[in-house]
Nanobody
Framework: QVQLEESGGGLVQAGGSLTLSCVVS????????IGWFRQAPGNEREFVAA????????YYSDSAKGRFIVSRDNALNTAYLQMNRLEPEDTAVYSC??????????????????WGQGTQVTVSS
């Protein structure tokens, strides 16, 4: 029911910052929780962070907590992942995903309905 497109990936030095964007298109995008995931070569896909439909509830993995900020602007149908103090271990393909939850509900699981194509984030030492 929705389509997602990430952007903002690139190359950054360790300690730097990068912000990813995820444009959510379709019917009632504000009723979808947006999650961010990453997958490095040889690794399983890993949950990073999520923000619920109205933007008031957020979730973070242990590795993201304190460094990353997830947010959204429903007027722009866009979710963001602000990544600070990046480390080489953060290098991965980052994807956003949508889970239909309604406007207020927060979802702690990792089963999402729709996925973006991914954007590469590379952190150099």
């Amino acid at each position: 029911q929705v389509q997602l497109e990430e952007s903002g990936g690139g190359l950054v030095q360790a300690g730097g910052s990068l912000t990813l964007s995820c444009v959510v298109s379709g019917r009632t995008p504000g009723k979808y929780q947006i999650g961010w995931f990453r997958q490095a070569p040889g690794n399983e896909r890993e949950f990073v962070a999520a923000v619920n439909g109205n933007g008031f509830t957020t979730y973070y993995s242990d590795s993201a907590k304190g460094r990353f900020i997830v947010s959204r602007d429903n007027a722009l149908n866009t979710a963001y992942l602000q990544m600070n103090r990046l480390e080489p271990e953060d290098t991965a393909v980052y994807s956003c995903a949508a889970k239909y939850t309604g406007y207020e509900r927060g979802y702690k699981g990792t089963s999402y309905d729709s996925w973006g194509q991914g954007t590469q984030v590379t952190v150099s030492s």
